[in-house]
């Protein structure tokens, strides 16, 4: 027995005519039924019942469509498991990272992706904006996290986007406003606040807009340092930092509070259009671990 014969069988059984189930598979409403035809003759029973009004299941049929139904089944979940299995058999994942603006997502993405993939090592490569669309179109990187970005360049490649995050207060344990569960532009005013510039333009942009519209008596001061992240800057400067929430460091004589203002800072994942079922995953596992970020530092949450 031909197994498209069940799924033709099936088809038939769900639309209630061969015309419209002719036109879902591309044939001719005689050729499918010829089909039809020949498939009672092999099994020795009549499945269909043709009328004017069109197609009816006679009680083998009914019998026969369930028994067609779990075949089908069957075999779909063969193919997805040998898939399951070719992808485990993928030995390595290597993802592109751009400083350190998506670090604190990493660990999180990783256990959620390292459970369903315990035996798939992932690698972690620095890279750059100039290169990073063009090792992962040459398949150098299988994926890569891009910052401030959600456009892609090259064709054959995609952005999942939506990995939005915001701005985070880092304030020093022993400051006023460490006591305050959400931080606003008033509980700000006549503070430095400083700000690396490892974070985007456009972040920057609206954030320097904000500030100045809203409460010019707070300085927003830039700070260089080589570009170094937040963390190191803590040591360099201890003073209050403003910075996307997946760059907040983790510091024992700091703290971490939501700021009201959310300027979007998009952080997408780039991807081959025909990127295969483990890439997936890790993008899945990606997107959850930065929703259960923004749960968990949600200023709605902490008011």
């Not at 069988?9 to 769900?14: A, D, G, H, M």
């Not at 090792?135 to 456009?151: I, P, W």
């Not at 064709?155 to 990995?163: A, E, F, I, N």
């Not at 707070?218 to 910075?243: G, R, S």
Request: proline share 4%.
């Amino acid at each position: 027995m031909d197994i498209k014969h069940l799924e033709w069988f099936i088809t038939i059984s769900e639309t209630g005519s061969f015309s419209k189930a002719a036109e879902m598979l591309h044939f001719s409403s005689t050729a499918l039924s010829k089909q039809m035809s020949a498939l009672e003759a092999e099994i020795g029973e009549q499945l269909l019942l043709r009328s004017n009004k069109g197609v009816a299941l006679t009680p083998a049929g009914e019998h026969f469509l369930d028994s067609a139904n779990n075949i089908n089944t069957l075999i779909h979940d063969a193919v997805v498991s040998l898939k399951n299995l070719n992808d485990n058999q993928a030995k390595e994942l290597v993802i592109g990272v751009i400083g350190s603006e998506v670090h604190h997502i990493i660990p999180a993405a990783h256990a959620h992706f390292a459970k369903k993939y315990p035996n798939i090592i992932v690698r972690y490569q620095q890279t750059s904006h100039l290169s990073l669309q063009a090792d992962v179109s040459k398949g150098e990187l299988d994926l890569a996290f891009t910052f401030g970005k959600s456009t892609v360049d090259l064709p054959g490649l995609k952005m999942d986007v939506g990995l939005v995050d915001v701005p985070v207060c880092v304030i020093p344990t022993t400051h006023r406003l460490a006591a305050l569960k959400c931080i606003g532009l008033k509980d700000l005013r006549g503070e430095e606040i400083y700000t690396s510039q490892r974070c985007t333009s456009s972040y920057h942009d609206q954030l320097r807009e904000y500030i100045e519209e809203k409460e010019p008596s707070i300085a927003l001061i830039e700070v260089e340092e080589n570009m170094a992240p937040v963390q190191a800057l803590l040591h360099i400067k201890p003073k209050i930092y403003i910075c996307p929430r997946v760059s907040a460091p983790d510091n024992n004589n700091y703290i971490v509070r939501p700021f009201g203002f959310r300027p979007s800072i998009t952080i997408g994942i780039i991807t081959r259009m025909d990127r295969s079922h483990v890439v997936d995953e890790y993008v899945h596992s990606a997107q959850t671990a930065l929703s259960e970020i923004s749960r968990r530092l949600s200023c709605d949450e902490n008011q």
